[in-house]
């Protein structure tokens, strides 16, 4: 009795602790689209087809609005592609996974990345760059585009520096 007893627990904390296929592979497919984001970045065209028309991005620099809707940020995203030239330096960027509520893995995902940001040499100014630490939350909706973004990382102290004499 004993020996079925355990059998039975093993194979429930098993079954109960098999990850989600479905989360997994929400998960997969969800890193290669933020991965096509990121893309957009290096060949300075960033396909928006990939965020919801619900999209809202957590607005997370000092003195900004709480959020911006999807024009509101394709436009910062279009001035900041003119003003600055920008290069992942993270080779293969590792994608965590994002957890729900409930703390359970729900197909969203994370990343921590280090970015180099650069301006070209004008008449006026020499070209400068810095490298700029980043920490990026996606979430997507039932369809897979990007419904939710937050991008932590001092946005304003990289700017200043490559925007002052």
């Known amino acids: 009795m004993k020996s079925t007893f355990a059998f039975l ?5 098993l079954v109960a602790c098999k990850p989600n296929s479905n989360v997994n592979e929400k998960f997969e497919k ?14 300075e065209k960033i396909d928006y087809s990939m965020f919801s028309k619900d999209f809202i991005a957590l607005s997370t620099a000092f003195g900004s609005a709480d959020s ?14 003119k003003r600055f ?4 330096l993270d080779e293969n960027p ?3 996974p994002g957890v729900d509520k409930t ?4 197909g969203s995902v994370r990343l921590y990345s280090t970015w180099e940001w650069s301006t070209d040499k004008t008449d006026s100014t020499e070209a400068k760059s810095g490298n700029l630490k980043m920490y990026d939350s996606y979430d997507f909706d039932a369809e897979g ?3 939710y973004l937050q991008v932590y990382g001092d946005f304003s ?6 925007t002052s004499k």
């Open 9 to 13: 627990s093993v194979t429930i904390l």
């Open 30 to 43: 969800n890193s290669n689209t933020v991965l096509s984001y990121l893309n957009g970045y290096k060949n």
């Open 68 to 81: 911006l809707t999807l024009e509101e940020f394709k436009a910062q995203e279009e001035a900041m592609l």
């Open 85 to 88: 030239n920008f290069k992942l």
């Open 94 to 96: 590792v994608f965590l």
């Open 103 to 106: 703390k359970l893995p729900d």
């Open 145 to 147: 585009k990007i419904i």
């Open 157 to 162: 102290g990289i700017m200043t520096f490559l």
